[in-house]
């Protein structure tokens, strides 16, 4: 898609004034970025020295579109203040939502994080420490915290479940309907960048309520699972080194049981909304027989556990 023209210098300058952000060049550069997977037109920005994003979100776009729910999920997010003062040290690179209506879309303005994402495959334990820190202490502040849960612009993930499967909504049904929390929904490599001190997370279009166990599954599916790192490694240390993380958080015990209960049905709505990315090693051209043989023991270790979480439905 070609950049939208309005993007122009005029624009950056009263965007950066909304949000507080001193501003000094006479013009900017920009470039429209693809990953490939993302349905939103995202563009790069040179100011000067700076850089920054432009993430232009359609009315008709995303699953609060598809669910007929609020539109530019992540523009209310923003608007709410909840994503501006998350605990350290995760944050969200966002300047500034503006309303395009002539375009039919909402634009978010943010820092260019880029050079702090993962290249695909890559592991550092000590980032993911960083991360579960963050996260455990997110979970925390709103841990079993109905009503400040309900002040917020969030999902179900039942919701978005049936979307994919029938089996993926049980995570929301049966899990225990006790100790819910604001989940980012979608912790990916794309959607993490690690600059300096901080954790910086990016596109909340699925932030919703619902068990931890739900965000920690999706990233354990793709980190540990589809795209694992060469280096051996124990995702079950990782799991308890969350879990230490969330009971200092919130000052008392978690139930140990309830979570794993959680944990199972939080992978059974993983396997069923984006299981298939245990094959995608596959799709590249012509996949050596000990790729196709490790695939293959993956994607049976992975029927086997949903089968398991399945039991105790």
């Given at each position: 898609m070609p950049v939208p023209p309005e993007i122009d210098a005029a624009y950056l300058r009263a965007a950066l004034e909304r949000?507080?952000?001193?501003?000094?060049?006479?013009?900017?550069?920009?470039?429209?970025?693809?990953?490939?997977?993302?349905?939103?037109?995202?563009?790069?920005v040179?100011?000067?020295?700076?850089?920054?994003?432009?993430?232009?979100?359609?009315?008709?776009?995303?699953?609060?579109?598809?669910?007929?729910?609020?539109?530019?999920?992540?523009?209310?997010?923003?608007r709410s203040g909840a994503t501006r003062d998350l605990p350290a040290p995760l944050a969200w690179p966002v300047l500034d939502a503006s309303r395009q209506g002539g375009r039919g879309q909402w634009w978010l303005l943010m820092h260019d994080v880029a050079d702090g994402i993962l290249p695909r495959g890559a592991f550092d334990p000590d980032k993911l420490h960083a991360l579960l820190r963050g996260?455990?202490?997110?979970?925390?502040?709103?841990?079993?915290?109905?009503?400040?849960?309900?002040?917020?612009?969030?999902?179900?993930?039942?919701?978005?479940?049936?979307?994919?499967?029938?089996?993926?909504?049980?995570?929301?049904?049966?899990?225990?309907?006790?100790?819910?929390?604001?989940?980012?929904?979608?912790?990916?490599?794309?959607?993490?960048?690690?600059?300096?001190?901080?954790?910086?997370?990016?596109d909340w279009e699925r932030a919703m309520r619902g068990h931890a166990a739900i965000d920690l599954q999706w990233y354990w599916f793709l980190q540990f699972w589809a795209y694992p790192p060469s280096e051996?490694?124990?995702?079950?240390?990782?799991?308890?080194?969350?879990?230490?993380?969330?009971?200092?958080?919130?000052?008392?015990?978690?139930d140990r049981e309830a979570f794993g209960r959680a944990w199972g049905l939080a992978w059974l709505k993983v396997i069923a909304e984006i299981g298939f990315l245990i094959a995608d090693p596959l799709t590249e051209a012509s996949p050596s027989a000990q790729e196709i043989a490790r695939v293959s023991a993956t994607a049976k270790r992975a029927i086997a556990l949903a089968r398991k979480a399945m039991d105790h439905v």
């Open positions: 949000a507080g952000v001193a501003a000094s060049f006479d013009a900017i550069q920009t470039t429209t970025y693809s990953d490939g997977r993302s349905g939103a037109v995202v563009t790069g040179r100011a000067g020295r700076d850089r920054f994003v432009v993430k232009a979100i359609d009315d008709e776009q995303g699953f609060r579109a598809v669910l007929s729910s609020l539109p530019g999920g992540e523009v209310a997010l923003f996260m455990s202490r997110l979970h925390a502040r709103y841990w079993g915290n109905e009503r400040a849960l309900d002040a917020l612009p969030l999902l179900r993930p039942d919701a978005i479940a049936r979307l994919f499967a029938e089996p993926a909504s049980l995570v929301a049904r049966n899990e225990p309907p006790a100790e819910p929390t604001f989940l980012h929904g979608d912790l990916r490599r794309a959607n993490i960048s690690y600059l300096n001190t901080s954790v910086c997370l990016l051996p490694c124990d995702p079950d240390a990782f799991r308890r080194a969350y879990l230490a993380y969330l009971e200092e958080a919130l000052g008392r015990a978690v």
